[in-house]
């Protein structure tokens, strides 16, 4: 089932009440209720700061896996809220995750820097850009590991045939940098939200690996989804201008939008939200040496989200 996600940008109240969440608003002095299934919900993104939830509103939130985002003064997302555990087996997935040689964690990420690679080289061919061809020669230099470092070499590749001389990718740049962060964030806590519901733990990754970050895995596990966030950003040029001064309600709607995008799933098309679960739920199986394949998705044609 397609989980939802939703976004609360008034001042207002969150609680529960018989199995609902409950969002309580002022309109014209007069108090509305809206109502929303728990076991519907997905993800959901606190953006503005004068917002209250009730302590069993998050607690009920966790029990049922959602991700709660909350976002700054800026309207930037700053934080978000995981559930501690809420796999069986746990114990025995992190075990296995703890117990992976470095041989293997090099051939998972060997995996996952070619499927972001595949991904980006579709997402130019979606938007009508050169490149595409150029970034999949890079597939047949990839190492063990990556310590050729092709990566990072074809992100360059790849956001300079985008930008085409007008941006440069960077986190503290002007336009589409804010959208794309958004996006990222929005995308990096729903890849924690799968890893929870595969009994992983975040910060043991196969290739990022920092002591202050404690989600490394959902970092090595979305970069192949995050051209799903491009493909929203960089080929919809009216919809992210690069003269607009700040993102908009309409382009943030957009970008939550990427959750629902249905992405290629070997034979299968399947909402992005789901397919992380798979995604996570393949890793599982190859660090206990059942499979030898992360699961990763790949963009149908077309697979972009009506704009709302």
């Known amino acids: 089932m397609l989980k939802r996600t939703l976004f609360f940008s008034k001042r207002g109240h969150i609680r529960m009440a018989m199995e609902q969440l409950l969002y309580e608003i002022k309109v014209d002095n007069q108090k509305e209720i809206h109502r929303f299934p728990l076991e519907d919900v997905g993800c959901i993104v606190i953006e503005s700061t004068q917002i209250t939830l009730t302590a069993y509103a998050l607690q009920a939130l966790a029990g049922n896996n959602t991700s709660v985002i909350f976002c700054d003064t800026t309207g930037m997302p700053s934080a978000f809220m995981l559930p501690h555990a809420s796999h069986t087996l746990t114990q025995r997935h992190v075990a296995d995750q703890l117990a992976a040689t470095e041989a293997l964690k090099n051939r998972l990420w060997r995996q996952t820097v070619a ?154 098309k399947r909402p992005l939200m789901n397919a992380l679960s798979m995604t996570t739920a393949s890793l599982v199986r190859c660090l206990q040496k059942k499979e030898t394949i992360i699961a990763y998705p790949t963009f149908p044609s077309p697979c972009r989200p009506t704009p709302p």
Do not use: W
């Open 115 to 268: 499927a972001k690679i595949i991904n980006q080289a579709a997402c130019l061919q979606a938007g009508g850009k050169d490149g595409a061809a150029r970034l999949r020669l890079y597939l047949k230099k990839i190492k063990s590991g990556d310590s050729g470092n092709c990566e990072a070499q074809a992100a360059k590749a790849y956001f300079a045939y985008h930008a085409d001389g007008r941006f440069q990718r960077n986190p503290e740049g002007g336009m589409p940098n804010p959208a794309l962060n958004y996006g990222y964030a929005i995308l990096r806590a729903a890849t924690a939200r799968a890893l929870v519901g595969s009994g992983l733990i975040g910060m043991v990754g196969i290739h990022h690996h920092n002591q202050y970050n404690d989600f490394a895995l959902a970092d090595d596990i979305m970069e192949p989804y995050r051209p799903f966030v491009d493909d929203i950003v960089l080929n919809q040029p009216k919809l992210f201008p690069l003269n607009a001064p700040e993102l908009t309600r309409l382009m943030k709607a957009a970008l939550l939008s990427v959750l629902a995008v249905d992405v290629q799933m070997g034979a299968l």
